[in-house]
């Protein structure tokens, strides 16, 4: 599976973006696809998940009730709807996929055997 992320850009505190992520491939349903964010000097920390096979979701406490994971299996999209976007938002955003993802394990980089190549977020105040 190769991912291509974009819509990453300059945004200002308050506002709203929505980051895409596109997979080329088969079996895109088998996927739980996430959403991971890398700010200058930080470690990698996950952001949102979405699971294969069931509606289910996860997000990091950081983000929950402002960004929103979704995916369109038929069109081999995951997309990750920020909104109230803060200063402390602004890093690489990059999404990831591992194939039939335990549960337990949805938050863990090293889990992730497929990765896109990142884009910008810059949230200024």
């Known amino acids: 599976v190769q991912l291509q992320a974009c819509g990453g850009g300059l945004v200002q505190a308050g506002d709203s973006r929505r980051l895409s992520c596109i997979a080329s491939?088969?079996?895109?349903?088998?996927?739980?696809l996430a959403w991971f964010r890398q700010a200058p000097g930080k470690d990698r920390e996950f952001v949102a998940a979405?699971?294969?096979?069931?509606?289910?979701?996860y997000y990091s406490d950081s983000v929950k009730g402002r960004f929103t994971i979704s995916r369109d299996n038929a069109k081999n999209t995951v997309y990750l709807q920020m909104d109230s976007l803060q200063p402390e938002d602004t890093a690489v955003y990059y999404c990831?996929?591992?194939?039939?993802?335990?549960?337990?394990?949805?938050?863990?980089?090293?889990?992730?055997?497929?990765w896109g190549q990142g884009t910008q977020v810059t949230v200024s105040s």
């Open positions: 979405s699971r294969y096979g069931t509606s289910a979701t």
């Open positions: 491939g088969r079996s895109f349903n088998i996927y739980t």
């Open positions: 990831a996929a591992a194939s039939f993802l335990h549960d337990d394990y949805y938050y863990i980089t090293r889990y992730y055997n497929f």
